[in-house]
T-cell receptor
């Protein structure tokens, strides 16, 4: 079974802190994604990566950066956390192909910025 | 910007009835369409995918796609209380990265 693991289930951080959210997948997937999910807004793509050291902005990249130094690991960085970044963060991975392939999600990290 | 629209609900149906969930999308180049189920506090899980016009059936689930109308739906037959969840519609244009764009989700409540 594909496993996508996020480092924390719950996090509480202070405004202005630098926050790292880690995601690891064990199925050798090329694609990795970071979404945030907010009530009424659904899942919104922050960043995605289709190869090591490659990154593409999604719909809402402001205030975030990412790092992909190894194929299995994709990190989301909040450079200076703000209260409006309080949200559920979901990491996902999928194979890169000519057609679509299923995206598998991690368990989510609920981040609260106080 | 691509948009995927769903009625947020809640959609309430009695146990044993057919639940019908609808989704419209704005980008005509969208090629792949998906339904994810998300239980409260859990991450989304894929339940159906559809790529060509028409119906696709899998057990109690049927996905319907009409590309001309930019419309995709999910029917759940013989609805069970365990089907109560939020259903997310997602579309992809199959470009590099296979990026998925999600709708806001429809909350389904199946009452015993």
């Amino acid at each position: 079974d594909v496993k996508v693991t996020q480092s924390s289930r719950y996090l509480v951080k202070r405004t202005g802190e630098k926050v790292f959210l880690e995601c690891v997948q064990d199925m050798d997937h090329e694609n990795m994604f970071w979404y945030r999910q907010d009530p009424g807004l659904g899942l919104r793509l922050i960043y995605f990566s289709y190869d090591v050291k490659m990154k593409e902005k999604g719909d809402i990249p402001e205030g975030y950066s990412v790092s992909r130094e190894k194929k299995e690991r994709f990190s989301l960085i909040l450079e200076s956390a703000s209260t409006n970044q309080t949200s559920m963060y979901l990491c996902a991975s999928s194979l890169l192909g000519t057609g679509w392939t299923e995206a598998f999600f991690g368990q989510g990290t609920r981040l609260t910025v106080v | 910007q691509k948009e995927v629209e769903q009625n947020s609900g809640p959609l309430s149906v009695p146990e044993g009835a057919i639940a019908s969930l609808n989704c419209t999308y704005s980008d005509r180049v969208s090629q792949s369409f998906f339904w994810y189920r998300q239980y409260s506090g859990k991450s989304p899980e894929l339940i159906m995918s559809i790529y060509s016009n028409g119906d696709k059936e899998d057990g109690r689930f049927t996905a319907q796609l009409n590309k001309a109308s930019q419309y995709v739906s999910l029917l759940i037959r013989d609805s069970q209380p365990s089907d109560s969840a939020t259903y997310l519609c997602a579309v992809s244009d199959n470009n590099a990265g296979n990026m998925l764009t999600f709708g806001g989700g429809t909350r389904l409540m199946v009452k015993p």
